[in-house]
């Protein structure tokens, strides 16, 4: 009386398509819910300021570097200073590079002292320029 409907090939190709198709867009969910990306320090680094020496600090001139992390992971910055011409230029442990390591939302400042480079043989007044810092993550 009825009569079975004919299936053909291309029926189950797409029904094969729709599933796959689900199955993907599942996974995409779950992955894209799961791990919504990681945090990153987001550290800013100001330029060098002169500053009045911290007691104990024997230097011509201080100059003070403020940073903070506005990111939303704790990070750290490895800094190293360039003293200017006819200059020496260190950190208070007589290092020219540093490390910094700031928590979220954590500020600190880096001290450098600036002494006149005696050696260099240059005629008149010595001078204490600011020297150039450069940082970078790591």
């Known amino acids: 009386m009825f009569a079975s409907p004919r299936v053909t090939p291309g029926y189950y190709i797409a029904l094969a398509l729709l599933v796959f198709g689900l199955v993907t867009g599942a996974g995409l969910f779950v992955l894209l819910t799961a791990n919504p990306g990681t945090a990153h320090a987001d550290i800013v680094v100001q330029p060098p300021v002169p500053d009045q020496c911290p007691q104990g600090y024997h230097a011509t ?14 990070g750290s910055e490895t800094c190293m200073l360039t003293p200017a011409p006819g200059t020496k230029a260190t ?24 002494l006149p480079d005696t050696s260099s043989g240059t005629a008149g007044e010595p ?12």
């Open 127 to 138: 001078s204490v320029d600011s020297p150039t810092l450069a940082c970078a993550p790591g």
């Open 61 to 74: 001139v201080c100059y003070r570097v403020d940073m903070m992390n506005h990111g939303h992971a704790g």
């Open 91 to 114: 950190f208070p442990d007589q290092a020219t590079t540093t490390q910094v390591t700031l928590g979220i939302g954590e500020q600190s400042s880096l001290w450098v002292t600036v």
